[in-house]
């Protein structure tokens, strides 16, 4: 009878995983303010897009001043964008919101 018996050759210490784990541990919270931040990007992104197109396709029915707020909250979303400060990306987003809300409420 054969038998085949397979074993690695140069796996990780038990120190290099117990160091790993740690490493780990460390940067949970770094890594969560990064993704919160990215998140944030992306739902403001992607709100700046949906206001520039209801600009672009509805602009007989909305008011110049109506027109003139969103482009201009979507210029300081678009200013904190590329920063680090995630309160501003939200605070800055949910300005556009309210505006672009408004503009909804104009159009109908």
């Known amino acids: 009878k054969q038998q ?17 784990v ?3 541990e460390a940067h949970a919270a770094d890594d969560k303010k990064r993704r919160e931040l990215v998140d944030a990007r992306n739902h403001a992104d992607a709100l700046i897009h949906t206001t520039e197109r209801t600009i672009k396709e509805n602009a007989d029915k909305i008011p110049a001043a109506g ?42």
């Open 4 to 20: 085949i018996r397979i074993q690695a050759s140069g796996g990780l210490s038990d120190a290099d995983i117990n160091k790993m």
């Open 22 to 24: 740690k490493d780990a």
């Open 67 to 108: 027109k003139t707020a969103a482009e201009a909250a979507v210029a300081e979303l678009k200013s904190v964008m590329d920063g680090e400060d995630l309160e501003a990306v939200k605070a800055k987003t949910e300005a556009l919101a309210q505006v672009s809300m408004k503009l909804g409420e104009a159009m109908y």
